[in-house]
């Protein structure tokens, strides 16, 4: 939000530096991102003075040029060549001097240096007003008035606004601070806290007449739920026009573009007292009434952008007896706004119910000022005052009558909410005592009306601006973020005491796993949980829990898959040039279920790539689904989980892929994603994903006993088979006969080899398995070797018909 320092000080006499008051604003929760400047004139007419045309005669090289003495208060006059048709002797004129900076309607700059044109030496350049930014003319020079000295700056002549413009993020809940008089409010309770008192200035309306009733217009409200407040007045016989320049600087300070006055007068309203208006011309309201209402759902408006939208059945409409004029609180229609045409005008200000506002302007993708302030709401008691203002302004700016009575239908006014304060609470939560005079005088500088006083605390009434205060504690954060956070005392002591935990807590077990990933070269991301509607045919859209009132069409359903989230990561890293990627992501996933809605956590890694960045030392090498069946065997195995069952996994996730169990639950699964998933998110290479059912895993590595032994004494023995195989055998098959042959004294089986193709018999296979055998109390002889080695034959010869190469 945009605040300019110069509307500020309409508000508060201030003398203050803007830098020493945007840290002020700041330290009461206002948060100053930036301060920047403003000129109502770019480059404020620097380097442009006024000059007095001493010669001009005809250039003796061009026909349409002429030569010209200039005096602009120096000692010698300066010789111009001049182009424009008007210039004579004797005028006073604009003169930009030799190294003034100009600038372009589109704000490009350049600059003025000496030079000769056709052979005539020029020394700078007397300017039309486009040329200055003072107008769109460019018919010829400025002819200014002949009272004015040579050499005096046309920064004195034109008014030229200086400002600082204060760029503050808005937190949502300070609805109260949403224009320049709710900051001017705040900075007045700072000021008072530093002893500083300063008079709040408000517009007045005293002097608002009605000065006849010849444009009467009804309102009927149909729901006073969905609009509790509704005022409204006719204006008759203006002019509608330019804003004069005063107004049109304003608003250009904040960012706006001014339009014509009427409407720019609603937009100054809006910025200065936080109240949205409209205008509606009043010859295209049919019937002479206006219906605030719902229509049917499927019923078509076209809105000020010329789209055409499809209301909602629940969308709150400013009607006339025939049609829809406007979505209420959220944006006007194209057939019934303010034009050059316009003479008489409805001007609307209104309250609407901020749930319904923000509903609607969602549905839409609509985000208006307007609907930014009514969403988060707004002083209901501010509508009639900000009505006023704006209708004595456009008569003062676009003249006219206000001709009719001032409609103001306010069926129930809401009750004034009251909070007790107690003393103990403030000094709890705060941590320090505050004085209690210090305490009346914050709520006091905050307009909170202090009803009683007891010996325990305060009884508050507060005002109907602060929607977001409604309880003790909101009181008291008021009365910190006034009295100063940076005021709280702190102690140089810290007592922290230390917490009993299993080293099997959840936070615990994400480090160990955590730490070992980003070992292996993973990186940790950390995604949102919220995707689009489309799941992409990952999961079920049944399962999926939509949400009720979602921020866009992108985050309407909480993802049922961590794969959603993580290739969309993947993709956004691969746009950008980055291929080489290892990720994984802690998170939860969520799941409508047997009416019941559920969380899964769990733990995704996502890898796509090469293993690792080119180098001259270590050939490049494609990450492949074996690569990741190593990193999910080492986690298993870092987190002590052994005699994990694996099978293939059927899934329309994985073109290929496999699924971990143990004792009947399944821990993870893994494999290379369907190219037609990647197509999807746009991405071209392959990813590898592994999904790890984080809950399931934590109930077993808790039961996990780790077992220390001593480091063997004894050397290992190593033996190998070439093993000539069906096609159809899976190592997995190798390594279970192995461990179910012998469990005493093999240590390691490990597949070195696999070869297919000639000199072998047609459907078969070659593997190279080895065995590494140890006995922990002496040194395996020949013997014993050759023994498990046959046995192990054996049972290779019968289970697999496996044969010797």
């Not at 019934?336 to 302007?361: C, M, N, Q, W």
């Not at 900000?386 to 069926?411: F, T």
């Amino acid at each position: 939000m945009k605040i300019s320092y110069n509307w500020l000080k309409q508000f508060l006499q201030i003398d203050w530096d803007s830098q020493k008051t945007g840290e002020l604003l700041t330290d009461l929760g206002l948060e100053v991102e930036g301060i920047s400047s403003f000129e109502s004139v770019k480059g404020g007419l620097k380097g442009i003075v006024v000059g007095h045309v001493l010669t001009c005669e005809q250039h003796p090289n061009a026909d349409r040029l002429k030569l010209t003495t200039v005096d602009v208060g120096q000692e010698t006059p300066l010789q111009i060549v001049c182009g424009a048709p008007n210039v004579a002797a004797g005028q006073k004129v604009p003169v930009a001097t030799i190294g003034t900076t100009l600038y372009t309607k589109e704000g490009e700059a350049w600059q003025i240096k000496k030079g000769k044109i056709r052979g005539e030496e020029s020394q700078g350049m007397i300017c039309a007003e486009d040329e200055l930014g003072l107008g769109n003319s460019h018919d010829g020079i400025m002819v200014l008035n002949e009272a004015l000295e040579p050499g005096t700056p046309c920064s004195k002549v034109f008014e030229i606004e200086n400002d600082e413009v204060f760029e503050i993020g808005l937190t949502p809940n300070r609805a109260d601070a949403m224009s320049h008089f709710g900051v001017a409010r705040d900075l007045k309770a700072g000021l008072e806290q530093k002893e500083i008192q300063k008079e709040l200035v408000t517009p007045s309306t005293s002097n608002f007449s009605i000065d006849n009733r010849s444009l009467k217009i009804d309102v009927e409200v149909k729901d006073s739920k969905l609009a509790p407040r509704y005022c409204g007045v006719t204006i008759s016989n203006l002019i509608v026009q330019d804003s004069p320049d005063w107004l049109k600087n304003r608003l250009k300070a904040i960012g706006l573009s001014p339009k014509n006055n009427v409407v720019d007068v609603t937009n100054y309203v809006l910025h200065e007292l936080g109240q949205p208006l409209h205008a509606f011309d009043a010859s295209k309201i049919k019937g002479n009434k206006i219906e605030v209402k719902t229509l049917p759902a499927g019923t078509k408006f076209k809105t000020l952008d010329e789209v055409d939208r499809e209301l909602h059945e629940d969308d709150l409409m400013i009607c006339d007896t025939e049609k829809p004029m406007c979505i209420a609180g959220v944006f006007g229609g194209i057939h019934s706004g303010v034009t050059e045409h316009t003479s008489a005008i409805f001007l609307e200000s209104a309250y609407f119910d901020p749930v319904s506002i923000r509903k609607t302007a969602k549905r839409h993708g609509l985000n208006t000022d307007a609907s930014f302030r009514f969403e988060r709401g707004i002083d209901i008691n501010m509508t009639e005052y900000a009505l006023k203002r704006a209708a004595l302004l456009i008569r003062e700016i676009a003249g006219g009558y206000i001709s009719s009575e001032l409609v103001d239908l306010y069926p129930k006014k809401p009750q004034e909410r009251q909070v007790f304060l107690t003393f103990d609470k403030i000094n709890s939560l705060i941590g320090q005592e505050i004085p209690r005079d210090t305490i009346k005088s914050i709520l006091s500088s905050l307009e909170i009306r202090i009803n009683n006083v007891t010996e325990s605390g305060l009884g508050l009434t507060i005002p109907t601006y602060r929607v977001d205060v409604t309880r003790e504690v909101d009181v008291i954060e008021e009365i910190l973020r006034v009295y100063g956070y940076n005021n709280i005392d702190y102690k140089e002591k810290l007592n922290a005491s230390i917490a009993k935990t299993s080293r099997f807590e959840n936070h615990k077990i994400q480090d160990v796993v955590g730490n070992m990933l980003a070992a292996q070269g993973f990186y940790e991301i950390m995604t949102n949980s919220l995707v689009a509607s489309e799941t992409e045919g990952i999961g079920s859209e049944d399962e999926a829990v939509k949400m009720l009132n979602p921020l866009s069409a992108d985050l309407s359903v909480l993802r049922t898959s961590m794969l959603l989230s993580g290739l969309q990561t993947v993709s956004f890293n691969h746009n950008r040039q980055k291929t080489n990627l290892k990720f994984f992501e802690f998170g939860k996933t969520y799941h409508k279920a047997d009416g019941e809605n559920l969380e899964k956590r769990h733990l995704s890694l996502f890898v796509s790539g090469d293993r690792t960045d080119d180098s001259w030392a270590v050939p490049s090498k494609k990450t492949d689904f074996f690569f990741l069946k190593g990193i999910v065997e080492t986690l298993f195995e870092r987190l002590g989980l052994k005699d994990i069952e694996t099978k293939p996994h059927s899934d329309s996730v994985y073109a290929e892929g496999l699924s971990c169990s143990k004792d009947g639950k399944v821990l993870a699964s893994y494999g290379l994603v369907n190219k037609t998933i990647l197509k999807k998110f746009d991405i071209k290479q392959d990813v590898l994903f592994a999904d790890f059912h984080w809950d399931s895993i934590l109930s077993l590595v808790s039961t996990q006993n780790v077992v220390f032994q001593d480091i063997p004494k004894f050397p290992e023995v190593t033996r190998d088979f070439a093993l000539l195989l069906d096609e159809s055998a899976s190592f997995q098959k190798v390594y279970d006969i192995a461990w179910n042959t012998e469990k005493k004294l093999l240590r390691k089986v490990n597949l070195f080899d696999v070869y297919t193709g000639k000199n072998l018999p047609e459907g078969k296979k070659s593997y190279a398995v080895s065995f590494t055998l140890m006995d922990e109390k002496k040194t395996l002889t020949d013997k014993q070797i050759d023994k498990i080695m046959g046995k192990l034959l054996a049972q290779y010869q019968k289970e697999l018909g496996a044969e010797l190469r």
